[in-house]
T-cell receptor, first 111, second 112 residues
Framework: KQEVTQIPAALSVPEGENLVLNCSFT??????LQWFRQDPGKGLTSLLL?????REQTSGRLNASLDKSSGRSTLYIAASQPGDSATYLC??????????FGQGTRLTINP | NAGVTQTPKFQVLKTGQSMTLQCAQD?????MSWYRQDPGMGLRLIHY???????DQGEVPNGYNVSRSTTEDFPLRLLSAAPSQTSVYFC???????????FGPGTRLTVL
């Protein structure tokens, strides 16, 4: 059974710092991995999608990497801002439509 | 595009009542899914559809029913609500099986 773990569960850093969020998964047979952001009381916003054949994807200040063999993905946020405060979720796709989610990392950026 | 829309935003039910959570998307996506999000459990897949007329069970399907008569709509029916179904429900859609998934704003359901 695929399990997805995100550590730490919560992270607080001062504004301007670069930071890395971690995601690990137990079964390397995945189609892709997707990172989401969720603001309190809101839905999920897609940030980046990495296909299993890719090593990384970039969007603005965000960079996500994927190492299937070790079952790990990281989300790098450069020059963090208070508006980046949210819960970040990673999800791996196995099978046609089965996304398995981690529990998320709650990120707080302090001004 | 409105993306994925869900109604209602909030709902309170009594045990044993039935109701339908509505989900619609205007992106012409073939794939649609329903998830529930619970503290400590994360998001879990309830049911999904890979096209009009085709549905399948996810991880936690018991107590829920779905149908997909059009590409745009994917309603979720609670047949006889139970307190264990108190949760936040999210609908999502994607163009194909390996494509980016887009989520609706959610429905917060409380069953008393």
């Amino acid at each position: 059974k695929q399990e997805v773990t995100q550590i730490p569960a919560a992270l607080s850093v001062p504004e301007g710092e670069n930071l890395v969020l971690n995601c690990s998964f137990t079964d390397s047979a995945i189609y892709n991995l997707q990172w989401f952001r969720q603001d309190p009381g809101k839905g999920l916003t897609s940030l980046l999608l990495i296909q299993s054949s890719q090593r990384e994807q970039t969007s603005g200040r965000l960079n996500a990497s994927l190492d299937k063999s070790s079952g790990r993905s990281t989300l790098y946020i450069a020059a963090s801002q208070p508006g980046d405060s949210a819960t970040y979720l990673c999800a791996v796709r196995r099978g046609a439509q089965k996304l398995v989610f981690g529990q998320g990392t709650r990120l707080t950026i302090n001004p | 595009n409105a993306g994925v829309t869900q109604t209602p935003k909030f709902q309170v039910l009594k045990t044993g009542q039935s109701m339908t959570l509505q989900c619609a998307q205007d992106m012409n996506h073939e794939y649609m899914s329903w998830y529930r999000q619970d503290p400590g459990m994360g998001l879990r897949l309830i049911h999904y559809s890979v096209g009009a007329g085709i549905t399948d069970q996810g991880e936690v399907p018991n107590g829920y029913n779905v149908s997909r008569s059009t590409t745009e709509d994917f309603p979720l029916r609670l047949l006889s609500a139970a307190p264990s179904q108190t949760s936040v429900y999210f609908c999502a859609s994607n163009r194909g099986g390996g494509d980016e998934q887009f989520f609706g704003p959610g429905t917060r359901l409380t069953v008393l």
